[in-house]
């Protein structure tokens, strides 16, 4: 098995952890940014990256994010007269 594929490999796995819907539709984007992001012979995700990723799934799971947005942050909204 070549690093890349490895690699590749231990991020789906990480990846299996969101919701199926969400992967379905947003699985192959983050894998992509994912790789393209990877130094040149990188064989394991970085500890942070894998942190950041259980940390968002298990808060798509429990409701508390849809997408990536968090639920209990402030709403950005328009100024008046802004479209």
Same mark, same amino acid.
């Given at each position: 098995? #070549? @690093? #890349?594929?490895?690699?590749?490999?231990? &991020?789906?796995?990480?990846?299996?952890? &969101?919701?199926?819907?969400?992967?379905?539709?947003? @699985?192959?984007?983050? *894998?992509?940014?994912?790789?393209?992001?990877?130094?040149?012979?990188?064989?394991?995700?970085?500890?942070? @990256?894998?942190?950041?990723?259980?940390?968002?799934? *298990?808060?798509?799971?429990?409701?508390? #994010?849809?997408?990536?947005?968090?639920?209990?942050?402030?709403? *950005?909204?328009?100024?008046?007269?802004?479209?």
């Amino acid at each position: 098995m #070549s @690093e #890349s594929a490895g690699l590749e490999r231990r &991020y789906l796995r990480l990846l299996a952890c &969101y919701p199926q819907a969400f992967r379905r539709e947003h @699985e192959q984007e983050i *894998l992509g940014v994912l790789m393209a992001g990877a130094d040149e012979g990188q064989q394991r995700p970085r500890p942070g @990256e894998a942190l950041n990723l259980i940390k968002h799934a *298990l808060w798509m799971r429990l409701g508390r #994010s849809r997408g990536g947005i968090m639920m209990d942050e402030p709403r *950005l909204t328009p100024l008046p007269g802004a479209v």
